[in-house]
């Protein structure tokens, strides 16, 4: 079952253009992490943030959290062709030692 | 290079066989973590093992199973294997045992093909 769901599902964006990815997710977290998937290869992690923190900044990333709406927000900025990926949050829940996956953004970033 | 291995990368077999995924993770890491993933489920977790043993387990069916050997490299074990069984599997590592607190280290995953 996933516990997250990003949106859009899909964003496709000129290269230099800024991209937004969102996250919610239903029940209580510890901490949110965001993972990059490029095309059919293993996952990379991107950054963490803790359920305390509000915003976190890694070179070009800059996440937000925001536990009362249960949402995240993975921003992209100055994007390149090589950005091209799937995108996924990823949660724990709660007591529960699960890393649980959302469905994932496929951006498109065009040369 | 996450450091983590896995082997094969390519497996094509039939209905009702039954194959071995390996994994090594990497130097020094103690969880292995294994994920299913398909287009119409998406990126499942199936189980994950800390120091050798069983620490969480998520949508890992019966006809699974896992196990981790002292020197911490993993085995995921599939029978009777069914076409919607056919899926990329990953392996993945991290030092301790919460997942939530630490990144996870992935490999490059078995494609499974069930024909």
């Known amino acids: 079952s996933q516990q997250g769901e990003e949106d859009p599902q899909a964003l496709s964006i000129q290269e230099g253009e800024n991209a937004t990815m969102n996250c919610s997710y239903k029940?209580?977290?510890?901490?949110l992490q965001w993972y990059r998937q490029n095309s059919g290869r293993g996952l990379v992690h991107l950054i963490l943030i803790r359920s305390n923190e509000r915003e976190k900044h890694s070179g070009r990333l800059r996440v937000t959290l925001d536990t009362s709406k249960k949402s995240s927000s993975l921003l992209i900025t100055a994007s390149r062709a090589a950005d091209t990926a799937s995108y996924f949050c990823a949660t724990d829940r709660g007591a529960t030692n699960k890393l649980i996956f959302g469905t994932g953004t496929l951006l498109a970033v065009q040369p | 290079d996450s450091g983590v291995t896995q082997t094969p990368k390519h497996l094509i077999t039939a209905t009702g066989q039954r194959v071995t995924l390996r994994c090594s993770p990497r130097?020094?890491?103690?969880?292995v973590y294994w994920y299913q993933q398909s287009l119409d489920q998406g990126l499942q977790f199936l189980i994950q093992y800390y120091n050798g043993e069983e620490r969480a387990k998520g949508n890992i069916l019966e006809r699974f199973s896992a196990q981790q050997f002292p020197d911490l490299h993993s085995e995921l074990n599939l029978s009777s294997l069914e076409l919607g069984d056919s899926a990329l599997y990953f392996c993945?590592?991290?030092?301790?045992?919460?997942?939530?607190?630490?990144?996870?280290?992935f490999g490059s995953g078995t494609q499974l093909s069930v024909l």
């Open positions: 029940t209580s977290i510890n901490n």
């Open positions: 130097s020094g890491d103690l969880s």
């Open positions: 993945a590592s991290s030092v301790g045992g919460h997942p939530g607190n630490e990144k996870l280290f």
